[in-house]
Nanobody, 119 residues
Framework: QLQLADSGGGLVQAGGSLRLSCAAS????????MGWFRRAPGREREFVASIIWSTGITNYADFVKGRFTISRDDAKNTMYLQMNDLKPEDTAVYYC????????????WGKGTPVTVSS
């Protein structure tokens, strides 16, 4: 089981940028997929992006393609989400999550970091 600590949220104007971080402890040789989700007020949690830790292969939700970039620093056991050209509709609490590559469900979660984009 991983311990995930997400951070980096804040208040930004539309068109601005933020970088979220997710520090992971407990990583072993188990192959993991790590990802970002978000939950906007009054809405269901939704997938944002994911990265296979060992290969760096990424996947994005359509609504963030071209604006958000997920990456990881193996040496620091940290995943990032660079968010550019932020829009008010990106306002949400962002959560990092992890699962093994053979699992069907996300098993480990950060506590969330809030992002507010003002118009």
């Amino acid at each position: 089981q991983l311990q995930l600590a997400d951070s980096g949220g804040g208040l930004v104007q539309a068109g601005g940028s933020l970088r979220l971080s997710c520090a992971a402890s407990g990583l072993t040789f188990t192959p993991y997929i790590m990802g970002w989700f978000r939950r906007a007020p009054g809405r269901e949690r939704e997938f944002v992006a994911s990265i296979i830790w060992s290969t760096g292969i990424t996947n994005y939700a359509d609504f963030v393609k071209g604006r958000f970039t997920i990456s990881r620093d193996d040496a620091k056991n940290t995943m990032y989400l660079q968010m550019n050209d932020l829009k008010p509709e990106d306002t949400a609490v962002y959560y990092c999550a992890a699962r093994t590559i053979w699992s069907m469900s996300w098993s480990d979660w950060g506590k969330g970091t809030p992002v507010t984009v003002s118009s």
